[in-house]
């Protein structure tokens, strides 16, 4: 203490200090004002969304249009138990038939709204982009039908599922069916896109959802429809001969004879396709294992096909906007994401909580009105159980959206192409899995 100090000089001193500077010459009033305009999280989200209005908008309507049109399908689906009882082994074709719908042409619409970013699309069917689309999804159609049929028969066999249906009774559904319901979405692809031009949309966000949706609508449907044609004596074994070998003639007149951007699409898409089909005929092994729970609660069958594909739709937004912005060199595709793409992931949770609940509690109500109480576990029941599947759903498609489009844009590969067959893949199998395990927890399966 410094002699003669008294007790008021002390704490007048003390005061200055605290007023001015501490001990470390630094200023309480910078540290405090740094700290006010230090940056902050909530308005940058608030900004962003802000800025995303129109593409919520956008995202919401076709997602909800979508989820009505798949629950359609899934009252499709559990209308025809009867149809599935009788021709055992069918519902191993179910998923594949849609998903592989999906795949196809959620894919031609990823690639069809980055050259209309791009500004390479126009409207004509005799060459270019359209043209180039439109020729990829028959041949592919064709093809994956029958690569569909032998993967399930031989699948049942090796995987001991029993089924009454032979191969070539396959090839006639799976090939009838999906060129049917995929002349439609062919339709479908190319309006959304016409509209999308005229109207000034984003396509990225709603083509997805759109085109999902539509197939999940005609590709059951058109399944039933081409049942009718097997069990004929001789007409069926020789009509199957004949579309396997059109499918096979088909894909080598267009790698010999097509442009060489449809040759790069086909050799592209080929492979990612055919692994998209194993994963997808495994969900259908797993579903005709698990048939009676799913036919004793029709509300999971209403469920099922909205659910696993509002996971594609979400997966498929989420992609298709990742393509465009790293094809726009607005996205660096790097192994840990930027700040860019958690905004996006942002944008695809906020979808995902409004159509999971949406669908889960729809399921209930339409379960009950068109079959009966019993027909559903209950309303809370079936919200638990779309919200937590759904949580898990829409991880496993943003973990496929994102790394699906960097790698294959790493590879020299186009992002458009392989992105909604990958996230089709891996959101229909970890999406089921996720189904099971919500009805697990909800003490729906053992």
């Known amino acids: ?63 909800f249009i979508s989820s009505v049109g798949e629950l359609v399908a899934g009252i499709a689906l559990a209308g025809i138990t009867d149809t599935l009882d009788q021709l055992v082994g069918l519902a191993v074709l ?4 849609i998903g592989m719908r999906g795949a196809i042409f959620g894919a ?10 791009t500004g390479l699309f126009s409207f004509s069917f005799r060459r270019g982009v359209l043209a180039e689309n439109v020729q990829a999804a028959a041949v592919l159609s064709l093809i994956s039908g029958v690569f569909l049929a ?4 031989y699948l049942c066999d090796i995987l001991g599922v029993e089924t009454r249906l032979s191969v070539f009774d396959y090839v006639v559904i799976s090939t009838v069916g999906g060129v049917i319901a995929g002349t ?10 016409r509209v999308s031009v005229a109207r000034d949309w984003d396509m990225d966000n709603i083509a ?14 058109s399944l039933v429809v081409a049942t009718y044609l097997i069990g004929i004596p001789i007409f069926s074994s020789v009509f199957a001969v004949a579309l396997i070998a059109v499918a096979l003639g088909a894909v080598a007149a267009a790698f010999r004879l097509g442009v060489p951007n449809l040759r790069r699409i086909l050799a592209e898409s080929l492979p990612i396709l055919a692994l998209t089909g194993t994963v997808t005929i495994l969900v259908g092994v797993a579903l005709q294992d698990r048939e009676e729970q799913f036919t004793t609660l029709l509300a999971l069958s209403i469920l099922l096909p909205a659910f696993l594909q509002e996971g594609g739709a979400l997966g498929g937004i989420l992609s298709s906007r990742l393509s465009s912005k790293v094809h726009l060199g607005l996205l660096a595709p790097r192994g840990l994401p930027s700040v860019g793409a958690f905004r996006d992931f942002t944008l695809i949770y906020i979808f995902a909580t409004g159509v999971y609940l949406f ?21 809370g029941a079936m919200l638990g159980i779309s919200a937590l ?4 759903a829409t991880t496993a498609a943003v973990f496929a959206a994102y790394y699906g489009s960097v790698l294959s844009y790493r590879f020299g590969l186009d992002p458009d192409t392989y992105g909604i067959p990958i996230i089709t893949a891996a959101v229909d199998l970890l999406g089921f899995m996720s189904l099971i395990i919500a009805m697990i927890v909800f003490g729906l399966a053992g």
């Open 208 to 221: 997805a959802p759109m085109i999902t949706a539509a197939g999940d609508i005609l590709t059951l449907p």
């Open 150 to 153: 032998f993967l399930a028969r």
């Open 108 to 117: 031609m619409g990823s690639r069809i709204s980055t050259a209309i970013q």
């Open 359 to 379: 669908i889960g509690g729809a399921s209930h109500v339409l379960a009950v009105t068109l079959f009966s109480p019993e027909a559903s576990p209950g309303f």
């Open 94 to 97: 179910i998923p594949a038939a």
């Open 184 to 193: 439609f979405l062919l339709g479908i692809t190319v309006l959304v896109a």
């Open 389 to 392: 599947a759904g949580l898990i």
């Open 1 to 63: 203490m410094i002699e003669g100090e008294d007790k008021g000089s002390r704490g007048r001193r003390r005061r200055f200090v605290r007023g001015g500077e501490d001990a470390s010459g630094r200023e309480p009033g910078r540290i405090r004002r740094r700290l006010q305009e230090r940056p902050r999280i909530r308005p940058k989200v608030y900004g962003y969304l802000s800025q995303e209005k129109e593409s919520l908008r956008q995202g919401f309507a076709a997602l």
